[in-house]
């Protein structure tokens, strides 16, 4: 294929650059490659702007029937592959049919987008946005150059955020009760909860508790879930007897979460759950799934 | 089974420093480089070694030393880091990021020491997160030893009065509640550990268990430690606290440990201060607990604490010390019903030892912990238990060694009763000790009601106790023991007569159901301290020692005297009885007693012809007769003839010639008695020797007929003694000439063929001769009356 690129390269070069790039935060972005390169970072209602600037391969003018800016919202199933769904086009023409001799450039804005989505990186499923400058061509097809970008919406904390409260039990064999002090939780949030013993008849080896990530894709008969258990944190060693109560304090900063995302766009959902999970002394598990939600808090810094 | 167990074990225990030492090695690297990150990374799973469940806790806590020294420098590392910058409180957090709960949790003790050192926050706040965050760890094993590190790193930072760690109000409350906790937790875990594993390997767990108390037991001993705890705090918090953690856990093996602990690790003011809220605590313990030995050792403190300065005993008084535990132990045996008599009897032997210390002028309560004990046992009929014997030995002696008087002892109502219950070896046993005591400590016992009391307490030497087994005695401690009885009787003593004699009457009374066996050891003592009372009153100031009327006059303590000698027949011991009427017949001549020096007389000559058989025993007999009676002077002429005429009459009677012959010149003393000019025979001292030659002589022709010599000229040698001391005392039937022809008869006996030569008969002669001639050599009077003698 080397060759080939050779041989078709692109008759100009396009670069994107954004208005406050220097000062913008940049946060790492996965690339389906592999690589992790590092793209700045929006909210919704943002606006982007920036510039283009194009500079045709030295000593040859490149004719066009225009170039456009695009600021895509793609939802991408992976079974799917190659099936972008958009869920935000906006386009902005930036010069009408011409010829371009020498760099050249172009600003361009997007005012006060509207990104209700955030970026997401999934096991089936990627939500992306990026900004796409097509230089069309009539012939040779046209060149095109894509900027990704990281959008991450903030949540308020939530008014109301009760805890989560449950007593569960095998009859006559484990009761227990357990309590996470809330249900919604950002991600640098910690866990503080407890377990209390009400009655134990089974020997206990130890107990955990999981973070687990169900991400549900497509609709229908075409649903696809996954889940992942993305944190196992123990939190005790050994048998308890009647009457203990063995707390619970789970920092969730280190591990890699999202925020909750609820049928997005009616393509995908992912939700998190606090697995608490008892093994006995034969290895066998008993456990009890909770949801949380989990939501992005405005950061101070 | 168990050899591949241990072997197994030891592999694991290999194993698992190896792994430990390979994750230091690589933390060390990155302290060194300061990596915070792989510094964690490397310490956690440097700890996760720790998980094991392989190990017994001997073997883990090997490891867990290991660990120990390294989270040392992890603490160090803590501490530099947050010199450098990096905030305690993210390092706080960082460190519970680790997945594995137990490193998790030595990770967060570890900083959580250096948090509460850099004071960012309260020291007490800090120390409740981490008290509480260990709850994690149900593991009794590895819960034990990870509290026992939190117990360790935080010794130094208690927001204790004093300490730079005291917060504002109320801190030391903090403090205690946080070792309190700690205890508690440690002590559930420590309970719980019987539960694991499978039943048979019961024993193993408990002996594993007894290995890790200490653990416990440290909680109690920061508690003691801490400044702030006053007794105020002390008997209203931590030992409410403490106790109710003790009793509610319903394990044996804690309770008795941790108990003791208390006992050992608090000030003794304290406990005589809450000593109702501790005793309260003894009867709701488990049946099983060796309440006895807690205790005991509590009331050895608490005597101690007495001992140790008089200002203390009002203390005791104020805290009516003994009541409580007169009270706790009556609760405790009461509430536990199937304790063995041991349990009860050591209990009552400490309260005794107690109350002795403390009270000793509280006869009383002595008394009453006695009258408790009696109480018990006679629920119990005769003990057969070895070591309950023992402890009631110590009970008994206990305070014969404090009061070192047995009239104190005997004040005690309960005391005999006590003696019933020990079987006759041990009475025998305490009967010595008792014994003993007198004699160490000379006691006197001067009334016969005490005497009375004494010889029923020690009636276990006196005489055979009902059932008592009569074979297997050793014949040795026989003999010490009757020895040590009529040692005892030589000490009682009175100066008034009156009461003395009703003392030997007592003794008497009790000696007397001794049995033929006792009889010889304890009849003597007996006579020779009524005849003490004798010569006492002989030598005695009053004009007329013998009161008028109804009062001990002589004739009666001769009467008791006869009798009692008398019951030397049924042994039978006739020579000791002889010697016996001797004794008094010499008693009787001292007091002027004719009738009854004579009876005397009469008493041991039937003896003598009755009962003595054996030629040696009556040639010993016949000795003493004479020896006897040649000291008498009471007698008048009749008498005298008659017993003197009876004795020589014996002595010729005897098997032996020679035996006849040295007694038959024995008698001749009969009639010579030095002092007493109306007592000087001289015809019937000479017929006497001459009745002895003649004896001498038939024992030569015996001799000679028999076996070819003569044999030895030894009681030729020996009447010519005899002949030259009654020659010097004046006797003039005993001449020079007479003395001349023995000399030359014994030389020609010497010089004659048959005569068989004899060293010591030489010699003999030889020595005689030599005082002869000495004699003659001495001029004057003397060697005068010696002149005519040729040598």
Avoid at chain 2, 501 to 514: D, P
């Amino acid at each position: 294929m080397n060759y080939l690129i050779g041989a078709f390269k692109p008759a100009c070069n396009i670069s994107i650059t954004f208005a406050d790039g220097k000062n913008r935060k940049q946060v790492p972005l996965k690339k389906e490659n592999g690589q992790t390169i590092m793209v700045p970072l929006f909210q919704s209602q943002e606006n982007i702007s920036g510039k283009i600037s194009i500079e045709p391969v030295l000593g040859k003018k490149v004719e066009h029937n225009g170039v456009k800016i695009e600021l895509l919202g793609q939802i991408e199933m992976y079974f799917d592959r190659g099936n972008f769904y958009d869920f935000t086009s906006l386009v902005r023409e930036l010069d009408v049919p011409g010829e371009i001799y020498e760099r050249k450039t172009y600003p361009f804005e997007f005012s006060t987008v509207e990104m209700p989505y955030e970026t997401y990186n999934g096991v089936n499923v990627r939500l992306r946005y990026v900004l796409k400058v097509t230089v069309s061509r009539g012939y040779g097809g046209s060149v095109v150059e894509y900027q990704d970008f990281v959008v991450r919406n903030y949540t308020p904390p939530p008014s109301i955020n009760n805890s989560i409260k449950m007593e569960v039990g095998i009859e006559d064999c484990l009761h227990i009760e357990f309590e996470y002090n809330k249900s919604k939780y950002h991600l640098k949030d910690v866990i503080i909860g407890k377990i209390y013993f009400l009655l134990v008849r089974i020997k206990i080896k130890n107990m955990d508790l999981e973070i687990r990530r169900r991400e549900s894709t497509g609709s229908g008969a075409n649903t696809h879930v996954e889940t992942e258990t993305l944190a196992k944190f123990e939190l005790m060693d050994g048998a308890p007897v009647r009457g203990e109560s063995i707390p619970i304090r789970l920092f969730l900063s280190p591990y890699e979460l999202t925020p909750t995302h609820r049928n997005i766009n009616n393509k995908f959902s992912v939700k998190y759950y606090l697995n608490l999970v008892l093994v006995d002394e034969e290895d066998r598990r008993y456990f009890k799934q909770q949801e949380i939600t989990i939501y992005r808090l405005q950061e101070n810094s | 089974m168990m050899v591949d167990g241990v072997e197994d074990e030891e592999k694991w225990l290999a194993a698992g420093i190896a792994g430990l030492q390979q994750n230091a090695f690589y933390m060390h690297r990155a302290l060194d480089s300061n990596n915070l990150r792989d510094a964690l990374k490397y310490s956690a799973q440097m700890l996760s070694e720790l998980r094991t469940s392989k190990l017994s806790p001997q073997k883990y806590y090997q490891l867990y030393m290991r660990a120990f020294d390294e989270l040392r420098k992890l603490e160090m590392f803590f501490k530099e880091e947050t010199r450098r910058g990096c905030s305690i409180i993210d390092l706080y957090e960082l460190v519970q990021h680790a997945g594995n709960i137990l490193p998790r949790l030595y990770l967060l003790c570890t900083v959580g020491s250096v948090y509460i050192k850099s004071k960012e926050a309260p020291a007490k706040d800090v120390l409740k997160d981490l008290v509480d965050m260990c709850r994690g760890i149900q593991h009794p094993v590895r819960g034990l030893f990870l509290r026992s590190y939190l117990s360790q790193i935080s010794r130094d930072k208690l927001p204790d009065i004093g300490s730079e760690y005291e917060g504002d109000a109320d801190t030391v409350n903090d403090a205690m509640e946080f070792v309190l906790q700690n205890f508690t937790e440690m002590n559930k875990l420590w309970v719980r550990m019987q539960h694991q594993g499978p039943a048979r390997e019961k024993d193993k767990r408990e002996k594993e268990r007894s290995e890790l108390r200490d653990l416990v037991g440290k909680n109690l001993h920061v508690l003691s430690q801490i400044e702030g705890v006053d007794l105020d705090t002390y008997k209203e918090t931590v030992l409410p606290r403490v106790l109710e953690q003790v009793v509610n856990c319903k394990d044996e093996i804690a309770q008795c440990y941790l108990m003791d602990c208390i006992i050992q690790v608090f000030p003794d003011e304290y406990h005589l201060q809450t000593l109702e809220i501790l005793l309260g605590a003894f009867p709701q313990l488990q049946p099983s607990v060796d309440i006895k030995t807690v205790l005991s050792r509590l009331m050895e403190r608490l005597s101690n604490y007495a001992a140790s300065s008089t200002e203390v005993l009002p203390e005791f008084l104020q805290v009516e010390a003994f009541s409580k535990l007169n009270n706790a132990i009556g609760k405790v045996i009461e509430a536990q019903a199937d304790m063995p008599i041991l349990g009860a009897v050591t209990l009552y032997s400490s309260l005794l030892t107690f109350t002795l210390h403390v009270h000793p002028d509280r006869l009383d309560y002595a008394d009453q912990v006695l009258g408790a004990c009696v109480k018990k046992l006679s629920g119990e009929g005769k003990l057969e238990d070895n070591r309950a014997t023992k402890q009631i030995v110590a009970l008994l002696s206990a305070p014969l060694d404090k009061y070192n008087d047995i009239v104190t002892v005997l004040k005690l109502s309960n005391y005999p009763s006590v003696m019933e219950y020990v079987d006759s070896e041990t009475n025998k046993v305490m009967a010595m000790v008792i014994i003993q005591s007198i004699m160490k400590n000379n006691t006197q016992i001067s009334t016969a009601d005490k005497v009375e009391a004494l010889f029923e307490l020690i009636k276990g030497l006196i005489r055979d106790l009902d059932g008592a087994a009569h074979d297997q005695v050793d014949e040795d401690d026989f003999k010490e023991e009757q020895n040590s009885v009529a040692r005892l009787i030589q000490m009682l003593q009175n100066d008034d007569t009156e009461e003395m004699f009703k003392i030997i009457c007592t003794v008497r009374k009790h000696i007397l159901t001794g049995g033929p066996k006792r009889l010889p050891f304890t009849v003597p003592p007996l006579v020779f301290s009524s005849l003490k009372v004798l010569v006492r009153q002989l030598q005695g100031p009053e004009e007329n020692p013998f009161g008028e009327e109804g009062s001990t006059t002589p004739k009666k303590v001769f009467q008791l005297l006869n009798q009692t000698i008398e019951t030397l027949y049924g042994v039978p011991a006739p020579e000791l009885a002889l010697r016996l009427y001797l004794q008094c017949a010499e008693a009787a001549n001292d007091s002027d007693l004719e009738p009854v020096a004579y009876e005397f007389f009469t008493q041991a000559y039937i003896l003598y012809e009755e009962e003595i058989s054996d030629s040696r025993a009556q040639v010993t007999a016949i000795h003493l007769i004479i020896g006897t009676l040649q000291r008498m002077h009471v007698f008048g002429v009749e008498n005298r003839d008659t017993l003197t005429h009876k004795a020589t009459g014996y002595s010729a009677k005897l098997l032996k010639k020679p035996d006849q012959c040295r007694a038959v010149y024995a008698c001749s003393h009969l009639f010579w008695v030095d002092d007493q000019d109306n007592m000087k025979d001289g015809e019937r001292v000479l017929l006497c020797l001459k009745r002895a030659l003649r004896i001498a002589n038939a024992a030569q022709q015996m001799s000679n007929a028999t076996r070819g010599s003569t044999g030895s000229v030894t009681l030729f040698v020996e009447i010519l003694n005899k002949y030259i001391y009654f020659f010097e005392k004046g006797n003039t039937q005993i001449n020079a000439a007479a003395i001349q022809s023995l000399i030359e008869l014994i030389t020609a006996e010497m010089q004659s063929d048959s005569n068989s030569p004899d060293p010591a008969a030489d010699a003999f002669f030889a020595s005689t001769l030599r005082y002869i001639q000495f004699q003659k050599q001495k001029g004057g009077a003397v060697g005068e009356k010696y002149e005519p003698i040729k040598v």
